[in-house]
């Protein structure tokens, strides 16, 4: 199963555009890329998720590398809800099977 | 729409007992999974199913069983529960195998044994 890498915690301002780093460099062109959020003491939430092109809903945009070796999850302001563990998975498209990683511990500052 | 529903929510077991892990979703989806999370940890994978009467193994099968005989229940069982498998434990399910799919989590069951 690929793997996915990415930094252990960021902050970020109130109001301010963040940027989430993942890289998965061991992708194959059958896995998606899934974004998912874990509030504190709740269950993983999704955000987004992409196969190559850039995706963009309520909650954020996805933006996908041509090589499909990394990807960005931008949320375009943030608020202090959005404090949480964001996990950046791939998910296969032929076993469904989705491996979570460690994720990024976001802080967010008022 | 209940969506993943996880029973019990907190459950206490000694070392050696045996429990099932219910988790039942009424959105027709094909696909269920459980999970475990440690503190401080992502979830790891236990087993999963793509469909009633198939099921295969995650990352973290040893100690754990799971059947699927209809597509809305997966249950987990530990067949002799050990002080390791103190976990909080997710299940998820989504529409359909292949393709993209979001995944639907439940709200956790905590397991502790003593």
């Known amino acids: 199963d690929a793997k996915t890498t990415q930094p252990n915690s960021m902050e970020s301002n109130e109001e301010e555009p963040v940027h989430l780093p993942c890289n998965h460099s061991t992708i194959s062109g059958t896995d998606y890329i899934h974004w998912y959020r874990q509030l504190p003491s709740q269950g993983p939430e999704y955000v987004i998720h992409?196969?190559?092109s850039n995706v963009n809903n309520r909650m954020a945009s996805l933006a996908i590398a041509e090589d499909r070796k990394s990807s960005t999850l931008i949320l375009h302001r943030a608020t202090l809800r959005d404090a949480a563990v964001y996990y950046c998975?791939?998910?296969?498209?032929?076993?469904?099977?989705?491996?979570f990683g460690t994720g990024t511990l976001l802080a967010v500052q008022p | 729409n209940a969506g993943v529903t996880q029973t019990p929510k907190f459950q206490v077991l000694k070392t050696g007992q045996s429990m099932t892990l219910q988790c039942a979703q009424d959105?027709?989806?094909?696909?269920m999974s459980w999970y475990r999370q440690d503190p401080g940890m992502g979830l790891r994978l236990i087993h999963y199913s793509v469909g009633a009467g198939i099921t295969d193994q995650g990352e973290v099968p040893n100690g754990y069983n799971v059947s699927r005989s209809t597509t809305e229940d997966f249950p987990l069982r530990l067949l002799s529960a050990a002080p390791s498998q103190t976990s909080v434990y997710f299940c998820?399910?989504?529409?359909?195998?292949?393709?993209?799919?979001?995944?639907?989590f439940g709200e956790g069951s905590r397991l502790t044994v003593l």
């Open positions: 992409g196969l190559t």
């Open positions: 959105m027709n989806h094909e696909y």
């Open positions: 998820a399910s989504s529409l359909r195998v292949g393709g993209p799919g979001e995944l639907f």
């Open positions: 998975i791939l998910r296969s498209g032929a076993t469904n099977k989705l491996i």
